[in-house]
């Protein structure tokens, strides 16, 4: 097992959620997700990480599956011009590779914002740690864990 993976599910046992992480095939698109768990595709929350133009600090944008981030938006929300942060940046903040980022255990907690949209089901499916697996939770849990502002950023 990854140490990525083992992390995630330490912090979902810290966390008291149910320890449900699927394997999947690699799944390049939220739609390829959800098909993978049988869920509608804006039941699949995809982690977004931005980057500070001039702080540096890593932003966690969690957007339901059909949705995109406008960076714009997120700009104005954190306060700062965002940019896309490359794979290096990602790895070295949270842990993980693009494709597999978990809202949950990151090596540095970042602010995070939630896109409302996923409140509205009672549950979401969410990266593991890789991109070859999954875990499903309460939206309105994740959001108290993550300490997620919940926030319209599309």
Avoid at 84 to 108: E, W, Y
Wanted: proline share 3%.
């Amino acid at each position: 097992m990854s140490k990525s993976l083992n992390r995630v599910k330490a912090a979902i046992n810290a966390a008291g959620l149910s320890d449900n992480i699927r394997e999947t095939g690699l799944a390049k698109t939220a739609q390829m997700a959800a098909e993978q768990v049988g869920c509608g595709v804006d039941q699949i929350g995809k982690s977004i990480i931005f980057q500070g133009a001039k702080t540096q600090d890593v932003y966690l944008f969690l957007t339901a599956g059909g949705n995109s981030v406008d960076i714009t938006r997120a700009s104005a929300i954190a306060g700062e011009e965002m940019i896309k942060a490359d794979a290096t940046v990602v790895r070295q903040k949270t842990g993980f590779a693009i494709g597999g980022v978990s809202p949950i255990g990151h090596l540095s907690p970042s602010r995070t914002f939630m896109d409302p949209r996923l409140i509205e089901f009672e549950e979401i499916w969410v990266a593991a740690g890789t991109p070859n697996h999954v875990f499903s939770v309460q939206p309105s849990k994740l959001a108290q864990i993550i300490n997620a502002q919940i926030i319209e950023f599309n």
